[in-house]
């Protein structure tokens, strides 16, 4: 029976604009960021060896630069003719019409709206809260993407040990894990992921999803859940 994985990768290391919750920031990888890409291709390498599986030539990666670079990055360092293609359904949480705005631009907003009410300490770590601004969305909403299109792109793949990578963001990827029974609810929060570090998940031909290799990031204590 082929066996059918699925590598997760949270972007490398990026010019992330300070004090903004927004994950559509525009700005390319830090040269960091393109080194965590050239070593995240060698860990896919390693783990598909292990796995005894093909590294399928498509890469999928969300919309944003700092993942397609990463993603083209990993490309032109696997051996082999790698492409990557680009899919809204692997985008970060959208917070919409407050994209790339800062907490307190965001806080202004809200106040000077007699619509809303003031908006909850957690907001950007609730699971199920959404902004009420237009095109916004939860996390488990965004998770819900990730997740659908996690299953019908392996659903697709060839009938052999196959591998293959998506290059995305950590907290849609946590709550697609989620959705996929891979974590439960409670690790969604004291989970992180590594930039550029391959998590696997194998979907059964049962269509049950497993973790089978690559380490989650524990979160600190003190560390703030923004990703």
């Given at each position: 029976m082929a066996r059918r994985f699925?590598?997760?990768?949270?972007?490398?290391?990026?010019h992330q604009r300070t004090g903004a919750p927004s994950a559509h920031q525009p700005f390319?990888?830090?040269?960091?960021?393109?080194?965590?890409?050239?070593?995240?291709?060698?860990s896919l390498t390693d783990m598909a060896t292990a796995l005894g599986?093909?590294?399928h030539p498509e890469i999928d990666s969300s919309q944003m630069l700092r993942a397609w670079a990463t993603a083209d990055i990993m490309g032109a360092t696997l051996q082999g003719d790698f492409s990557v293609s680009c899919h809204d359904a692997l985008a970060e949480r959208s917070v919409g019409a407050a994209a790339n705005l800062r907490i307190e631009e965001i806080d202004e907003i809200i106040a000077a709206d007699p619509r809303f009410d003031p908006l909850p300490e957690n907001?950007?770590?609730?699971?199920?809260?959404?902004?009420?601004?237009?095109?916004?969305?939860?996390?488990?909403?965004s998770g819900q993407r990730v997740a659908a299109h996690l299953t019908e792109r392996?659903?697709?793949?060839?009938?052999?040990?196959?591998?293959?990578?998506?290059v995305g963001h950590g907290a849609a990827f946590r709550h697609a894990a989620h959705h996929l029974g891979v974590l439960a609810f409670d690790d969604i929060a004291r989970l992180s992921m590594y930039h550029a570090r391959p998590v696997v998940l194998e979907c059964a031909a049962d269509g049950t999803w497993h973790h089978v290799v690559g380490d989650w990031k524990v979160r600190g204590n003190a560390e703030p859940v923004l990703d």
């Open positions: 699925a590598a997760l990768i949270r972007h490398g290391d990026y390319a990888l830090t040269e960091r960021g393109a080194g965590q890409a050239r070593a995240a291709a060698k599986a093909d590294i907001w950007k770590s609730d699971s199920h809260f959404c902004l009420p601004f237009q095109g916004a969305e939860s996390l488990m909403q392996l659903d697709s793949l060839p009938m052999r040990n196959t591998i293959k990578a998506f």
